[in-house]
C-alpha cells in the first residue's frame, strides 16, 4: 500500500528546533520529488520546501530559507525537515508529498503532488 507517514513533530519553544520525518512505503521514495506544506489553522496551505528525486535540487520559501533544511536518505525511503531558530509562526500541520510529475527538479506547487501524509502537528510556544 502506498504511504506517506509524517513524523517528529511537538511542541518546542521559540528558537529551538525540530527534526520532521517522511517515511515512503509501497514506492521508492528515491524517483520523486518531495515536497513538504504546512497548514495553519485558518490559514490557506503553503509550500515549505521539496527536494527533486536525485537530491541535486532543494528550493525553500521565503519565509523558512536558512532556517529549514530539507534531505534524503534513499537507503532509508525517507525525507526530512531539519526546522531551526523555530518560530511561532511556524506553528501548523506539516505534511509531505511526492510528485511524479518531473525528473531531476521539484516544484513548490501542491497541485503537481498526488499523494500527501496525513500529516505531524509542530507547536512554537513559550
Known amino acids: 500500500q502506498l504511504q506517506l507517514v509524517e513524523s517528529g513533530g511537538g511542541l518546542v519553544q521559540p528558537g529551538g528546533s525540530l527534526r520532521l520525518s517522511c517515511a515512503a512505503s509501497?514506492?521508492?521514495?528515491?524517483?520523486?520529488?518531495i515536497g513538504w506544506f504546512r497548514q495553519a489553522p485558518g490559514k490557506e496551505r503553503e509550500a515549505v520546501s521539496c527536494?527533486?528525486?536525485?537530491?541535486?535540487?532543494?528550493k525553500y520559501a521565503d519565509s523558512v530559507k536558512g532556517r529549514f533544511t530539507i534531505s534524503r536518505d534513499d537507503a532509508k525511503n525517507t525525507v526530512y525537515l531539519q526546522m531551526t531558530s523555530l518560530k511561532p509562526e511556524d506553528t501548523a500541520v506539516y505534511y509531505c508529498?511526492?510528485?511524479?510529475?518531473?525528473?531531476?527538479?521539484?516544484?513548490?506547487?501542491?497541485?503537481?503532488?498526488?499523494?500527501w501524509g496525513q500529516g505531524t502537528q509542530v507547536t512554537v510556544s513559550s
Open positions: 509501497g514506492f521508492t521514495s528515491a524517483n520523486y520529488a
Open positions: 508529498a511526492r510528485d511524479p510529475t518531473v525528473q531531476y527538479m521539484c516544484v513548490l506547487w501542491e497541485y503537481d503532488y498526488d499523494r
Open positions: 527536494i527533486s528525486s536525485r537530491g541535486g535540487m532543494l
